[in-house]
């Protein structure tokens, strides 16, 4: 039997007044529920609903963690140059 790979997910929404949130999950799917249910991140709470734009999966927990560190250190500018990079564009 084959060992399932864990996946730890970066992962960015994009909220109703068009800002960028971006965090950290181990299931896309259960967290997205809960931003929308008004229960996630503070910053969320007053901007849903949430849609969820762009995603990626790493092995470990660190290296996930890191990337949400350095997406935010981005300024929005560079953010939307990095979202348009990987194919994501925002209206």
């Not at 996946?7 to 809960?34: E, P």
Request: glycine residues 4%; proline residues 1%; aromatic residues 14%.
């Amino acid at each position: 039997m084959e060992k399932k790979t864990k996946c730890y997910y970066f992962y960015v929404l994009q909220c109703c007044d068009q800002t960028l949130y971006s965090g950290f999950t181990v299931d896309l799917a259960k967290r997205l529920k809960v931003h929308n249910q008004g229960k996630g991140a503070k910053y969320t709470r007053a901007r849903r609903p949430v849609k969820l734009i762009y995603h990626e999966c790493f092995s470990t927990k660190r290296a996930a963690l890191q990337k949400e560190y350095a997406f935010k250190q981005l300024k929005r500018k560079q953010k939307l140059k990095y979202l348009h990079e990987q194919g994501i564009v925002i209206e």
